[in-house]
Structure formats: C-alpha cells, structure tokens
C-alpha cells in the first residue's frame, strides 16, 4: 500500500487541532489561539463581574442581603480556587482536552442553574458549579499556552492573552448592565453560558489536544502531593507567583469594592459603573502591549519589578484620596494601579511558569489557587473592615503591594548574573539559568 493511499484512509487532523497523541501546536501566535487562551482565562472573571450591575435587582427580586450577595462573590473564589488543585494534576495525567471541555460543560450547567434558581441557595449552588467548570478553563488556559509556547513568545502570548481577556472583565458590567435594563438579572447567567458553549467550539477546531501521552505524569496521591511539595519549596516558581497572587488579589478585590466605591460613596448608576469598567480596558491595553516589548529590551525582572513599583505608588495614591474620593482622583489613581499590574502579571505568570514544562498544569493550578485565594481573603478583607469602601479598598491594595514587592524583590535579586548584564536576553534562557 502506498504512501498516498494510507493518507486518503487516514487523513492527518487540519492545522491546529489535536489528535490526542501528540500536540498539534499553531503555526506562530494567531488571533484565534489568543482569542481561545483569553475567554478560556476570563470565564470566570466574565461570569463574576457581568453579575455586579444585577446586584440591587437581585437583592430586591430574591430578598437578598449585602451579606447574601457578597457570598455570591466568596465562595465563587473558594470553589475556584480549591478545585484548580484538582484540575491541574488531572490534566497532567490525562491530558487537556478532556478536562477543558468537562469544564466549560460543567461552567455551562452551572449558569443554567443559577439562571433558574428561586431562591438563594440554588443561586449560591449555580455559583459554586459555575466556579467549578470556570477553574478549570483558568488553569488550562495558561497550560495550554505553556504547551505550545516557550521563552519570549510565552511572555508575548501570555500578554496577548491578557490584553484580549481584559476585554471580559473590563467590559461585562457595561454590558450587564445593559442585559438588566433589557431582560433582567437572568439573561446574564444565560449569555456567559453560551460564551462557555462557543468556546467549546473553537477549542475542538484550532487546539485541540497539547500534552502528548509521552509527556504525562503519573497521577497518584503522593506524587502529586509531591508535585506541589517541589514547586511550593522551588524559589523559581513560588517567590513570582505569590508576587502575581498579591497583585491579582488585589484587582478582584477592585472588581468587588468598586460597586460599593462608584455606585454606593460617588452615586453613580449602574450603566456608569460599566462605563468607568471599560474605561479601565485601555489602561490594561497599553501596560500588556508595553510589557512584552520592554522586557524584550530590559529583561523581565527588571519590567515586572518596575511594574510593582508603579502598582505601589498607585496604592499609596489611593490612600491619599480615600478619606474625601471624588471620581476624578479615584479614577486617576486606580489608573495607576491598574497599569502597574498590567505590567507584573503577564512577566510574572511567565517567570512563574516557565521553569515546569513537564507540570505546567500541577504549576498554573497551584499558581491559580494561590491567586484565587488571594482573592479571597481580599475581597473579604475589604467588605469587612470598618471604614468607608474606597479607604478598605485602598488599605487592602496597599497591604497587596507592599507583599507582592518583598515576594518579586527576592526573585530579582536571584535573577541570573547574565540577566543583570545583558537586560535583552530571553525569557527562555532566564529559565534556563534559574
């Protein structure tokens, strides 16, 4: 039988999608990939932020308390975050694929719910499965781009990726607000399900499956146990991805005060509220598009510390216009913050990452559990302390960025020496030397 004829019986997959074998990598970053790698990390940032212009209509509607409404919020993060340690060795072992598509499925269930539910803890149930399929699609998301990406083209995509997902979080309450005024709370529910469905989509036909059989791990109780032992003691992944968490957990706990500072302390309406939203997309727009590009000049440690520095300054600003906030001063300083993160977050999550391609899942999940966490206790911290909000909100910004200095100034002092003399070097040979 001949060569030809063994191709016409068995064609090879088209460009892009997986076989289940080995990875069928994109030919250089496209738009599409970018496009799968961002809604795949911002579902769940979508499904929480296009519910905050709902808030006072579902209160009313159900009967639900601040405190009600605010455990939409935490055990949104708790489910995400404990089950990203689930999901990343799973896929590890079993490979991406199965685990993506269970996820936005799952993600897909749980909107149904909570676009039924009569009472408040069907809503919270609805939540919880939301969170559960949504960190899923979060830890693949950066695995997946660890797969197919090394060195400065993993800093290039992740920024990419971070630029295009920013559109989600940036304008879903702008659109929330929107689908409220339309077709009430419910319809947002059922737009980010079929988000989730389209997604499925495109992954199953420019991805596929990116982790080879020959490259999976075993799946055990103590080698996963011990997985997460070598990355948590390794100060190649845990002094940038705490760095990253602070930062991280200090922009949910933004995305959960900011109700409370724009609609509660400046009176503004909830189609407003979505306009200063996306208004925030431009910021994260120029910080992702400078990111990489200085890196590329400067080095990574070096636009990542500087990054933090910018986030700190920001803080600090915050706190100086928090005891008498107008929109303007609170605008320019959440500016501030807002870029300094956009400068961190790609460049770290690419230091974090890069060292563990072999457990890039068990790496981006436990990278995703310290951010959700992060989260977490952020937002909490803020709803909780005794001062008006835009003042919790800025004490908690600052507490996040005085920690994420002292976590990423370590990392830059253990930097490689041929880093600090020659700033232009790549990604890859920075992981190389660590």
């Known amino acids: 039988m001949t060569g030809a004829s063994v191709d016409q019986r068995?064609?090879?997959?088209?460009?892009?999608?997986?076989?289940?074998?080995?990875?069928?990598?994109?030919?250089?970053i496209t738009g599409d990939v970018v496009l799968l790698l961002a809604g795949l990390a911002a579902i769940g940032t979508l499904a929480t932020n296009i519910i905050l212009p709902a808030f006072p209509r579902m209160g009313t509607e159900l009967g639900l308390t601040g405190a009600q409404l605010g455990l939409l919020?935490?055990?949104?993060?708790?489910?995400?975050?404990?089950?990203?340690?689930?999901?990343?060795?799973?896929?590890?072992?079993f490979g991406r694929r199965s685990l993506v598509l269970g996820g936005l499925v799952t993600f897909v269930a749980g909107s149904l719910v909570a676009a039924l539910a009569g009472s408040f803890w069907l809503l919270v149930l609805g939540r919880v499965i939301q969170a559960m399929g949504a960190c899923a699609a979060s830890v693949l998301a950066r695995a997946i781009a660890r797969d197919l990406f090394q060195g400065e083209a993993l800093g290039r995509v992740l920024s990419l990726t971070m630029i295009a997902g920013a559109v989600a979080p940036g304008f879903s309450p702008l659109l929330g607000s929107v689908l409220v005024e339309l077709s009430g709370w419910r319809?947002?529910?059922?737009?980010?399900?079929?988000?989730?469905?389209?997604?499925?989509?495109?992954?199953?036909?420019?991805?596929?499956?990116?982790?080879?059989?020959?490259?999976?791990?075993?799946l055990a109780l103590r080698s996963v146990a011990g997985t997460y032992r070598s990355l948590v003691?390794?100060?190649?992944?845990?002094?940038?991805?705490?760095?990253?968490?602070?930062?991280?957990?200090?922009?949910?706990?933004?995305?959960?005060?900011?109700?409370?500072?724009?609609?509660?302390q400046l009176g503004l309406t909830p189609f407003q509220l979505g306009l200063s939203f996306?208004?925030?997309?431009?910021?994260?727009?120029?910080?992702?598009?400078?990111?990489?590009?200085?890196?590329?000049?400067?080095?990574?440690?070096?636009?990542?510390?500087?990054?933090?520095?910018?986030?700190?300054?920001?803080?600090l600003a915050m706190i100086a216009v928090a005891w008498q906030p107008t929109?303007?001063?609170?605008?320019?300083?959440?500016?501030?913050?807002?870029?300094?993160?956009?400068?961190?977050?790609?460049?770290?999550?690419?230091?974090?990452?890069?060292?563990?391609?072999?457990?890039?899942?068990s790496a981006s999940a436990l990278?995703?559990?310290?951010?959700?966490?992060s989260a977490a206790i952020g937002s909490t911290v803020a709803s909780v302390l005794p001062f008006p909000a835009a003042t919790s909100l800025a004490i908690v910004m600052t507490a996040a960025a005085l920690l994420a200095l002292l976590a990423f100034a370590l990392a830059f002092r253990d930097r490689p020496e041929r880093v600090r003399q020659a700033p232009a070097v790549s990604n890859a040979e920075v992981a190389t030397d660590a």
């Open 10 to 28: 068995h064609p090879a997959p088209l460009p892009g999608v997986g076989d289940g074998l080995s990875p069928r990598a994109p030919r250089g």
């Open 73 to 93: 919020l935490s055990s949104f993060f708790l489910t995400f975050a404990l089950g990203q340690l689930v999901v990343g060795p799973l896929s590890d072992r």
């Open 367 to 373: 990278l995703g559990f310290l951010q959700m966490s």
């Open 233 to 264: 003691i390794d100060r190649r992944f845990l002094r940038p991805a705490l760095a990253v968490s602070m930062v991280l957990g200090g922009l949910f706990s933004f995305f959960a005060a900011a109700p409370g500072v724009l609609m509660g």
């Open 187 to 218: 319809m947002s529910f059922l737009f980010v399900a079929l988000c989730a469905a389209a997604l499925a989509i495109l992954y199953l036909r420019r991805v596929g499956e990116t982790h080879p059989v020959g490259a999976r791990s075993e």
């Open 327 to 361: 929109y303007l001063t609170f605008t320019a300083a959440i500016s501030v913050v807002l870029f300094g993160m956009g400068l961190i977050n790609p460049l770290g999550t690419a230091i974090a990452l890069q060292p563990f391609g072999r457990q890039a899942g």
């Open 278 to 315: 996306a208004a925030t997309v431009l910021i994260v727009f120029a910080a992702g598009l400078l990111a990489p590009r200085l890196a590329g000049r400067h080095g990574s440690h070096e636009v990542g510390l500087f990054g933090l520095i910018v986030f700190a300054g920001g803080s």
